[in-house]
Structures are given as C-alpha cells and as structure tokens.
C-alpha cells in the first residue's frame, strides 16, 4: 500500500482554507484529528493516487519569528517530523533558493529525500506569507534513499489580532514507493501533527523572537 501523501515542509492557510491548496484543484477536505488546537485534514485529489493533507493552528508569535524557524535549515531535526537532515544548495536570492531534505523513515521503509526549489511570496490585502516548495530535479547526487521527485507543500502564515498568527501547512506528495499501511497513516496524520506541535513550542518559547528576517524586507 502506498502513502496517499508525505509529511513535511508543510503550508499554511487563511481562514477560509482557500490558500491551503493549489490553484485549480478540487478537495474534499476531511477532518482527521483535533487535538491540542491543531486540525488535520486530507483529501483525496483527482488524476491521483495519493492524498493531501492540511494542517491548521493558531500560535502566539510573530510571522517574523516562524519564517526564520523555517528558514534555519539546520534546524529542521528539530521540529520537523522525520526531518533528518536539511540545508540549502543554491541561494538565488532573499526569497528563492534550492534545498535538499533528508527524512528518516521508520523501518522496515526506505528514507525519503528531496530537492526542493523553495520560493517565498506575500499578499498585499491579507499580509500571508507563503513558503512554496516544488520537488525539482538535480541537486545531491541520489543517495541511499529514495527520491522524491513530485511532490509540493506550502507554509501559510497570517496574521491575527493580538500578535496571533494563522499557520497552516499543505503538502501533496508521490512518495515513490510502497509502504505498509501504518507509515501511511503516520505520513499523513501523525507526522504533520508533530511537526506543526513541535513548530509552536519552538516559537512561542521565544527562541526567534529577535530574528533579524531579511527575506520580508523583498516581499
């Protein structure tokens, strides 16, 4: 059985879901766990085989503080659920740059790895800042894990009133290969949870309130 979708490097939307999905594709979301101020959806999608997921949560910092968290690569083993590995290979700019992430797997699967083109934008109206990640080829020569080649996720973050921020995440990935039943479940419900869990206490612990984020300055 295949996972319907893989974890990470997660999106964030506004209320309305509407920026939690890609443009021209229909869902259906479906609620699968809500706990602790954290919702997790997933949905089939047309033309595929495997499932979004979407997650969604409030947490009480500043947009600033999660996209440097997002943006200190070395810290991804840190909250991002089977996150092993993470740096940037290519900076083309404040906002755009390539990366490559290594996931740990729990046996008997395989690790997973990707080479991202990760792209950074905001909206004018609403002030969300969005984080898109594209798997794309090239980058690390293969390793012992097997690729991902297609597969996208997003960071959404906006802000609230009273110095709360909307976060959601979204991903839709092909994870290019089988896997028992109960990776598939962890991948699409348990890893996300944890990971935007793991993401609030980083943050609302205050470990990047003072980061310095040159990339909103270019948005």
């Known amino acids: 059985m295949k996972i319907r979708a893989l974890l990470m490097l997660v999106i964030l939307v506004s209320p309305l879901y509407a920026a939690a999905q890609m443009d021209g594709v229909e869902y259906d979301w479906q609620e699968k766990k809500n706990k602790q101020g954290i919702v997790i959806f997933t949905s089939s999608v047309k033309d595929s085989s495997f499932k979004a997921v979407r ?30 590995e993470s740096r940037v290979e290519e900076r083309v700019s404040a906002t755009e740059s390539y990366v490559y992430v290594y ?24 002030q969300r800042v969005t984080m898109t990640s594209t798997a794309t080829a090239g980058g690390t020569p293969e390793t012992k894990a ?33 896997t028992p039943a109960w990776i598939t479940n962890m991948m699409l419900v348990d890893s996300p949870f944890k990971t935007m869990k793991n993401m609030r206490e980083i943050v609302e612990s205050g470990s990047y309130a003072d980061s310095r984020v040159p990339l909103l300055e270019k948005l």
């Open 55 to 84: 997650g969604e949560m409030t947490v009480n910092a500043s947009i600033a503080s999660l996209v440097a968290l997002v943006e200190d690569m070395p810290a991804c083993a840190d909250w991002a659920a089977l996150c092993k």
């Open 103 to 126: 996931n740990d797997v729990p046996f008997p699967v395989s690790d997973r790895d990707v080479y991202a083109h990760v792209v950074w934008s905001k909206q004018p109206e609403t």
């Open 146 to 178: 097997v690729r991902i080649k297609d597969a996208v996720s997003q960071w959404h973050f906006t802000p609230n009133e009273g110095g709360v921020t909307k976060v959601e995440n979204f991903a839709h990935i092909d994870p290019n290969g089988p």
